[in-house]
């Protein structure tokens, strides 16, 4: 099924580009190219989700990088290539997106998290930089500092009940 599949799609594209190359049709490859990440990324989930008796999650990975990336491509298609100028840190969030996705269908390996966390804290607080350009990333980096250094250094030793969040 699966060799059908991809027969019938390299002689397609193949076709499309022939007849795009000589002139038959003309094919505006600038608007739809985030088509050839985002297709493949969702046909890695459709075949995981639809196929039960073989789950192998390690598809979900290379799935949620292609998934996101072919958004943020199509994003920057639409809305002009310089939206990519503070949208960088999603480079960062498309592999964190493929692990998350493998450990929550992929038996929950706790070592996923830890990979996905980083990645994803580093892409959240340069997305929120980003966003606030000029003074008010300098402003949410000295309350950054401040909370680090009062978490680290300004909580009381006490703690009541053994279900504290810091320990």
């Not at 692990?99 to 830890?114: I, K, P």
């Amino acid at each position: 099924m699966e060799r059908r599949f991809a027969g019938v799609l390299l002689l397609v594209v193949g076709a499309l580009l022939a007849l795009g190359t000589l002139g038959f049709i003309t094919i505006s490859m600038y608007f739809l190219w985030p088509l050839f990440l985002l297709v493949p990324g969702i046909l890695f989930h459709v075949r995981f989700f639809m196929s039960p008796q073989e789950h192998n999650a390690g598809i979900l990975v290379p799935g949620g990088v292609l998934t996101v990336l072919g958004c943020l491509f199509l994003f920057c298609n639409i809305f002009g290539w310089g939206s990519l100028h503070g949208l960088w840190p999603v480079f960062m969030l498309a592999p964190a997106v493929g692990l998350f996705e493998q450990y929550m269908f992929g038996g929950r390996n706790a070592g996923l998290l830890v990979p996905v966390s980083i990645l994803t804290v580093i892409a959240v607080i340069f997305l929120g930089l980003n966003a606030m350009n000029g003074m008010f990333g300098g402003v949410l980096g000295i309350l950054l500092v401040l909370a680090g250094v009062w978490v680290l250094f300004g909580r009381s030793g006490t703690r009541k009940g053994k279900d504290s969040f810091f320990k």
